[in-house]
Structure formats: structure tokens, C-alpha cells
């Protein structure tokens, strides 16, 4: 595309929870020998006698693994199950102590479910803490049977002897001057009894593990295995969920690196694309002084849905609207046109007398747009073109690129050859990046914490501008002499990093370690920009100096589509703007 030196423009059956079952019974024909709360009835086998600790390691406690599996069945309901369980292994869930207070708390006999916690062999601490928590229950469910008396005394004979917890005690005793029924209903919920199963998990969380196993322990123990694998998984980059039959582990036949197909529909250097937010359009934009809209069907072929024209100058970029129902599309110095997805119709034509519009971007509330204008400014326009503020000053650059994050509070502009500004909007604070070379491009990360810069000395910067900015990452490997090379975040969780090159490659960095993983050939011109679809890991576009773009899948996959032609090496063609799609001549409103 343009040369950045010259005068061409540089771009997932939980029934019941386990304090919920364990008020069940069993109504099984081991019902007279089993028994849900556990305990009571299990009886100690010969299995017993086995090691205490089990697994090829001898690293788990098989009391302990019996008593959280006993526990996740109750949880996903399997009360009959659980049951059997405590009395084949001879391990119970809790113990007859345990089981009885437990019982206490759900029938709400609070005075002997403190008398049967004070049994448990607790530390003083957490006795009081325990107790809190009861008294705190039978003090709102006083209030709510209006037993505003029985309250009072709850209160100032047992809760505040406690000691602790001082502002929650002013709170309560507010609750009775004020007789707030809607404070009391917020407290219990709508049920006394679901409140009750509630003060039980609240109970968990204070008692130890050995007293009452944690609520939903092997959930938690497969996740943070789960997670492990994940974070080891050097080129995650699956789709589908984690499997816990294997061993998780992602190859290079994740990353998408064939051409699925080649768009052939635009007449010059296309210049710049993207995805939209939900993954379901591409839009593109050219020296041809047009932009695409691309249809990305559930097949995965991506075939022409609008050509939009009217632009007198190349189309510089594209930018898509929060709910991705319009597209902006920015003519080079020229004007910025506002698109209806999905007729394809302009709405709007935003222009400034004497000055030219250089990049275009939305707001995260979709009822503002962002423009950079020749003279450094920057606008913020309302949708029927009134101007809503405005910042003057070395704002903006040659160079067009801009984001806004999606609290719509920071802005991020290129406002000299070197240096990055981030202007929030509502504080009026002002950080800098500053490289010592000229930047040329740069991508925010989805989560708004990362930038991505492109530099003219073949170098790509990660910066970290959570706070203040901090340069944490460099990928090298790609060509750029002349032209603005366009970078992104792609994959899952946005594990990699693509980008453009004049050597007509795209290259593919992991993110964190800098490696370059895949080095993608096929082009015939300069990539200018790249562009990794948010909602598929799979699919990466590739537009180019060739006049195509490139859709990259994986491998092994095939795409099913319509014979419109394909190449000798299988690869998809698709075709002429005039064969598929329709042309759109803008005849918006025009605003200036």
C-alpha cells in the first residue's frame, strides 16, 4: 500500500446442593442401613485395611477423596449413591455430631445448634464465628415473624456477649428501629428454609474441612487441574472445551496456517480489515476507493454481502459499531461514511469543511463516533453529525490510529512520530508511550490492558498501560521498508500475535514468549494488515498488496461451499464484487 515516507497513507444435573440433600432421605433398599446426612448408619467393611493414602504417587488421603467424592454426589443429587457410598467404604461423610447440628440449623432450633457446635472441638474463634452467624439467622427470622422482642434479646443477650463483628451489630439493631421489612427479606431471601441452606454454605466457609467438607471441593480440584493443563498448553488454541478423559495438549494443527480461500472481489491493494465483534462479518476497505462487507457463513466460507462506494479517495479503514449493525468506513483525508450492515445503505456522511478526516472509531455506548482529523484534532460527533466535544492540539498524526477503551473513558491516540497518547477523557490525565523510533500502527488488546506498536524498525512492541505503561514484550521477524504493517491479538484468550509484512508473509508470534510459530506464505504483494476473528481461533484474514484477502484455517479442515472455483491447490476463490454481493452507492445524510 501507500509508501509511510511518502504521500501515500502510512494504518455448560446439580438437582440439589449438599446442604440441601442432606435434609433428604432415602428411600433406596439400602434405606435402612444408609443415611444421606451420613454417619449414623454406616458401618466400617474390610475395605478399611487398605492403604491409607492411594494414587500412583501416594500423595492422596483416601479418607479424604472418599468423603469429597461422597460430597459431590450429594451435590449433583445422587443421594441414594452417596448413601452407599459412606457404607461400602466405612467412611462417613460427617460425623454424628456434625450430621445433628446440621439437622439443627435446617429445623431452626438455634439454641441447641449452638449448644451441639460448642460439642465439635472447635477453637474459641471459631466457635464465636459460627455462632454469629447462627444468632444473625435467628435474629432476622425473629424480625420476619414480627417477634420484634425475641429479637431485642437474641441481640443484647447473645449476639453482642459475642464481641465481634461490631458494624454488623449496629446494623441489626438498626433494622430494629427501623422495622425494614425489605432489609429483613434481603437478608433471608424469599424462603426461610433456602436461607437456612444458605447459612449452612456460609457455615462451611467457617468451619474446618475435616469438620464439614468445603461445598463443591472436587468441582474445584478438577478446575484448578483443568487450569494447569491449560496454562502449560504452549499453543492452546482449541475451541473445544477441556476434556478430563486426556491429558490436554494443542499442536500446530491449531493455528490456522492453509488458505481456506482468497476474496478476490476488490480491483486494488486492499489496505485494511476486520472482523466484527461477534465474528459473523468481515469488513474490508482498498485503494479501489471501496469496502466490503464480507458474510462469514456457518460453513466458514465467506462470501460478499455489500460493496460499499461512494468514497472519492482509497478507504482507509473500517470500523464496526458495538452491536456490529453499522460500519464506518474513512476515506483517506476525505470523509467518513456510516453504513447500515445489514441493507447495506450509507445513513450518513460526516465531513468538516477545508479539513480531511484521517480514522473513525465508536464509542462503546454506540451513540458517538471518534474521528481524527488533518489539522491533529480530535471530534466527537453524535450519530446525526453534531459535534459533542472536541480536542484540539497535537492530538492525532500522520499516522490514523486510534482507540478507545470500552469504558469509554481513555482514549488512545498516535500524537507525534514517537510517542502514544493516553488521554482519559473524564480526568483529562494524560500518559505517554514513548518508543524511540516512529510508530506506524498499533491494535488494543479485547481486555483494554495491552497495546500492541508497530515500529518502522521491523520491531513490534508489547506495552502493558494498566497503569503506567510498561514495555513487556518485543516480536522481530517481519519485513516492513516502506508501508504501514498492521498488527493484532488473535486466538484464544488472545495467546498469539499476527502481523502483516512485506516480504508477503504473515507471521505468527506466541505472545508470551515472543517465539515466531508459524510463518504464513501465499501472497504476492505486501500484507498490510491482519486480522484474527474474535470468536473463532480458527479463522485469521490476511489482506494484501495483491488486490486479496486471505482466510487461514487450520490444516486439516475442509470448507464447504459452492463451487464458485478454486485453485489447483484446492484453495476456495471467490470471486467478483459483481457476481456476488451488491454494490451500495452511499446516498446518506450528510453533515459537515
Known sequence: MGGFEDDEPPSKRARASSVESASLSVTSCHSKSAN?????????????????????????????FVRVITKTLYTLGYEKSGAVLEEESGITLHSQSVNLF????????????????????????????????????????????????????????????????????????????????????????????????????????????????????????????????????????????????????????????????ILCAHSDEVWFLQFSNNGKYLASASNDKSAIIWKVHESGELLPKHVLTGHE???????????????????????????????????????????????????????????????????????????ADCWKGQRTSKTSDFAVAKDGKLIITINSDCTILLFNRDTKQERLIEEDRTITSFSLSEDGDFLLVNLITEKIHLWNIRNDPIRVKQYTGHKRSRFVIRSCFGGSEQTFIASGSEDSKVYIWHRASGDVIETLSGHSGAVNCVSWNPTNPHMLASASDDHTIRIWGLKKATTKHRDHGSSSNGTHVNGSANGNGFVQQCNGSRSK
Not at 466400617?44 to 479424604?64: A, N, W, Y
Not at 431485642?152 to 433494622?175: A, D, F, W, Y
Not at 470500523?319 to 441493507?343: K, N, Y
Not at 454506540?366 to 481524527?372: D, F, S
Open 102 to 261: 446440621r439437622k439443627q440449623v435446617l429445623d431452626g432450633n438455634w439454641d441447641n445448634a449452638v449448644v451441639t457446635l460448642n460439642t465439635l472441638g472447635l477453637d474459641e474463634n471459631t466457635v464465636k464465628s459460627a455462632a454469629f452467624l447462627l444468632l444473625e439467622q435467628k435474629f432476622f427470622e425473629l424480625l420476619r415473624n414480627d417477634n420484634r422482642m425475641g429479637a431485642i434479646r437474641t441481640l443484647q443477650s447473645e449476639i453482642s456477649p459475642l464481641g465481634i463483628n461490631r458494624k454488623i451489630v449496629h446494623e441489626m439493631s438498626s433494622c430494629i428501629i427501623s422495622s425494614s421489612r425489605v432489609l429483613v427479606l434481603s437478608k433471608l431471601g424469599i424462603e426461610c428454609s433456602n436461607s437456612r441452606f444458605k447459612l449452612l454454605e456460609e457455615l462451611q466457609k467457617v468451619l474446618p474441612p475435616t469438620v464439614m467438607v468445603p461445598e463443591k471441593r472436587l468441582e474445584n480440584l478438577v478446575e484448578q487441574a483443568l487450569t494447569v493443563q491449560r496454562e502449560a498448553c504452549y499453543l492452546h488454541n482449541s475451541i473445544d472445551g477441556l476434556s478430563l478423559y486426556i491429558d490436554h495438549h494443542c499442536g500446530k494443527d491449531q493455528i490456522p496456517s492453509r488458505a481456506l480461500q
Open 36 to 64: 444421606p446426612l451420613g454417619g449414623a448408619m454406616a458401618r466400617p467393611l474390610t475395605s478399611q485395611g487398605k492403604e491409607v493414602m492411594i494414587g500412583s504417587k501416594g500423595v492422596i488421603k483416601r479418607d479424604e
Open 313 to 387: 479517495k482509497p478507504v482507509m479503514m473500517v470500523a464496526w459499531s458495538p452491536d456490529d449493525c453499522q460500519l464506518l468506513t474513512c476515506g483517506m483525508e476525505e470523509a467518513i461514511r456510516r453504513w447500515d450492515v445489514e441493507s447495506g445503505k450509507c445513513i450518513h456522511v460526516y465531513e468538516k469543511p477545508s479539513l480531511g478526516l484521517m480514522s473513525c472509531g465508536w464509542f462503546p455506548d454506540g451513540k458517538q463516533i471518534l474521528c481524527g482529523l488533518t489539522d491533529q484534532s480530535l471530534s466527537l460527533w453524535d450519530l446525526d453529525g453534531k459535534q
